[in-house]
Structure formats: structure tokens, C-alpha cells
């Protein structure tokens, strides 16, 4: 089961790392198409450092995302990403699909992904 999950996130990976170059590379030839950059903090149901870091990594992978920084939890704030979308046409829709890929990457690793951040939503 866990294995079939590992392979699931590994082939959204894929998908995801193409599609982001497709419209990166859209978007350099075609002038009329114009990027939405934003700064995305992102709050974390990932608690360990490994998940973390495996996050960042895919979501750095991905073209058009980076992620600028990481803040440790705090005092009941779970950790969080800074992350930079060039294609951000609004806040929502750039965090659904971050949390989406933490679902899966959960998923992967085992972890039950229901849990929700003990802060909801985020800010740009």
C-alpha cells in the first residue's frame, strides 16, 4: 500500500516538474502571456525535518515555485514555508495546490495527511 503511494507521489512529481517547465517555457516564448509572481506563507502539517525537506525539495523542482525560507514551529504556529509561485493568479489557488502535493508526500511517507495546520490558511 505504502509502496503504491511512494510511486503515486513519484509520478505527480514527474507531472508536476513538466508541467510547470511547459508553461515556463510557454510563457518565455510568448509574449502576450504574462506571469503573477507572489510570496506564498505556506503553514505546514509536516512535522519532521525529512518531510520538510522533502517538500521544499519538490516544490523547488517544480519550475515557476522556489521556496524562499523555512520558519520552525513556534508557540503553537506549525512550521512554515515561504514560498515564491511565478504563476499566482490568486493566493487560494497556489496554496490547494501546495497542499495538495503536502498531501501526497504525506501520504507517501505514512503520515495520516487530515491533520490540518493548528494555524489555518496563510498569508502572501
Known amino acids: 500500500m505504502r509502496l503504491i503511494a ?3 507521489y513519484l509520478a505527480y512529481l514527474v507531472r508536476e516538474v ?6 515556463v517555457a510557454r510563457s ?8 503573477s509572481p507572489a510570496i506564498i506563507e505556506f503553514p505546514l502539517r ?3 525535518d525529512l518531510q520538510i525537506t522533502a ?8 519550475p ?6 523555512t520558519a520552525e514551529a513556534w508557540e503553537g504556529t506549525p512550521p512554515t514555508l515561504f514560498v515564491h509561485a511565478l504563476f499566482a493568479p490568486d493566493r487560494e489557488s497556489v496554496l490547494t495546490d501546495l497542499r495538495d502535493m503536502e498531501t501526497r508526500l504525506l501520504r507517501a511517507a505514512g503520515v495520516p495527511a487530515d491533520a490540518s495546520p493548528s494555524r489555518a490558511g496563510g498569508r502572501s
Not at 518565455?28 to 506571469?35: E, F, G, Q
Not at 517538500?55 to 517544480?62: E, G, Q, R, V
Not at 515557476?64 to 525560507?69: K, M, N, S
Open 46 to 48: 509536516c512535522r519532521t
Open 64 to 69: 515557476g515555485t522556489l521556496v524562499l525560507g
Open 6 to 8: 511512494v510511486l503515486s
Open 28 to 35: 518565455a516564448v510568448t509574449p502576450s502571456l504574462t506571469s
Open 18 to 23: 513538466l508541467a510547470g517547465a511547459w508553461r
Open 55 to 62: 517538500l521544499s525539495a519538490s516544490i523547488t523542482i517544480t
